[in-house]
């Protein structure tokens, strides 16, 4: 599995700071998996877009909730596991590419 760069850790936080409207979302990655921290809001915002072509279908490598310790809700790609419908890294990228973040 490669190795996220903080680069793109910058560049995948701007992007959804874009999307979330929320500018105090944290990224993490912990293993195989990048979580974000962040509002109720923020998660469901994230779920609409990685929704299979408007329909409530998530990928099967993404979960969210809520994390009792933090007292924060996640949204999390988890990149290790093996899965159907998959939200990758370069999808993300190639997404974020089309879109115009104002930098």
Known sequence: MENVTKDQMNRLRSYWVE???DND???ETIRD????FCSELSML????KYTNNGENVVADNITMGFSVNLSKHYFAID???EQ???ATLS???DEMDKMDLGE
């Open 19 to 21: 999307i979330t409207k």
């Open 25 to 27: 979302v944290e990224i």
């Open 33 to 36: 998996t990048i979580y974000c």
């Open 45 to 48: 915002r994230l779920l609409a």
């Open 79 to 81: 990149r290790g596991r």
């Open 84 to 86: 159907k419908k998959k």
């Open 91 to 93: 999808n993300i990228f």
